[in-house]
């Protein structure tokens, strides 16, 4: 089992910069992926960022691409989102993924990641 912890949502004006965070533990040697998906009211559950800890490769939604970048420490235990130039439209709740994710079309697919943080708010407003 692994476990997940997610911080640094909060309330941020449109333009302004936020940090995530998210906290690792329990059997990490069983995962090669971590990533970040959202989910807005009203609306399905959508990929942010992935991170492949094989080679280090990165896969970013488009909507995010040039704003967001996803990182991990050298002991593989957090990754962080850290999301510059926000918009209203990426107020959502974040969630923190991780899981055994071979396939480069996968990484952006819930179905390749077993585990789940709680989830953090972060709120952009106009």
């Known amino acids: 089992q692994v476990q997940l912890v997610e911080s640094g949502g909060g309330l941020v004006q449109a333009g302004g910069s936020l940090r995530l965070s998210c906290a690792a533990s329990?059997?990490?040697?069983?995962?090669?992926?971590m990533g970040w998906f959202r989910q807005a009211p009203g609306k399905e559950r959508e990929f942010v960022a992935a991170l492949n800890w094989s080679g280090g490769s990165t896969y970013y939604a488009d909507s995010v691409k040039g704003r967001f970048t996803i990182s991990r420490d050298n002991a593989k235990t957090t990754q962080y989102l850290q999301m510059n130039s926000l918009k209203p439209e990426d107020t959502a709740v974040y969630y923190c993924?991780?899981?055994?994710?071979?396939?480069?079309?996968?990484?952006?697919?819930?179905?390749?990641?077993?585990?789940w943080g709680q989830g953090t708010q972060v709120t952009v407003s106009s």
């Open positions: 329990g059997s990490i040697f069983s995962i090669n992926a």
């Open positions: 993924v991780a899981g055994r994710v071979f396939a480069a079309q996968d990484m952006g697919r819930t179905r390749g990641y077993d585990y």
